[in-house]
T-cell receptor, first 111, second 112 residues
Framework: RKEVEQDPGPFNVPEGATVAFNCTYS??????FFWYRQDCRKEPKLLMS???SGNEDGRFTAQLNRASQYISLLIRDSKLSDSATYLC????????????FGPGTSLSVIP | NAGVTQTPKFQVLKTGQSMTLQCAQD?????MYWYRQDPGMGLRLIYY???????DKGEVPNGYNVSRLNKREFSLRLESAAPSQTSVYFC???????????FGSGTRLTVV
């Protein structure tokens, strides 16, 4: 089993739709969780950290379920500019500043 | 603008040639990283440096060497390039636990 797994893509959704991505991780001792977005042929950029209590940033909501070892990202009212690949990132137990990147889920928001 | 600067942006090498990818950050971060990204493989850690003067191997270190020249700079060297090293290379830095990474804009390397 891979350390970090994500929903297979691509997700093609109309503007204004709500879309959710899930990510599972295998190391139960992981402490830090993030979502990054990566535009085509660009570098990954931090979208948001994921906190135990869940957190929201505008149209984006991230949640963590430690018992089931998954994190989720919900995007409401999708915009064309949300089209990108979304990477789930989880730290490793033995070193807080070394993380594992998931393979990513591709999102295309269509007019 | 503050951030991570990588050079060059593009490079074509012949098999057996050597080159050094440069990376510098101006955010006073302790940790710096080199990743490669290949289609279908995601981001894989080549080397990292938790602080000035220290470096450690990541998942795919073979064929690469690194130097943490000072707190700002972390370079990646390919001593004898191979076609399997054709990839996009990203440098990143981190300010610490739970703060996430800042990436450079990447180097697209082709080895022919």
């Amino acid at each position: 089993r891979k350390e970090v797994e994500q929903d297979p893509g691509p997700f093609n959704v109309p503007e204004g739709a709500t879309v959710a991505f899930n990510c599972t991780y295998s190391n139960s001792a992981s402490q830090s969780f993030f979502w990054y977005r990566q535009d085509c042929r660009k570098e990954p950029k931090l979208l948001m950290s994921v906190y135990s209590s869940g957190n929201e940033d505008g149209r984006f909501t991230a949640q963590l379920n430690r018992a089931s070892q998954y994190i989720s990202l919900l995007i409401r009212d999708s915009k064309l500019s949300d089209s990108a690949t979304y990477l789930c990132v989880v730290n490793r137990e033995t070193s807080y500043d070394k993380v594992i990147f998931g393979p990513g889920t591709s999102l295309s928001v269509i007019p | 603008n503050a951030g991570v600067t990588q050079t060059p942006k593009f490079q074509v090498l012949k098999t057996g040639q050597s080159m050094t990818l440069q990376c510098a950050q101006d955010m006073n971060h302790n940790s710096m990283y080199w990743y490669r990204q290949d289609p279908g493989m995601g981001l894989r850690l080549i080397y990292y440096s938790a602080s000035e003067g220290t470096t450690d191997k990541g998942e795919v270190p073979n064929g690469y060497n690194v130097s943490r020249l000072n707190k700002r700079e972390f370079s990646l060297r390919l001593e004898s390039a191979a076609p399997s090293q054709t990839s996009v290379y990203f440098c990143a830095s981190s300010g610490g636990q739970g703060l996430g990474y800042t990436f450079g804009s990447g180097t697209r390397l082709t080895v022919v």
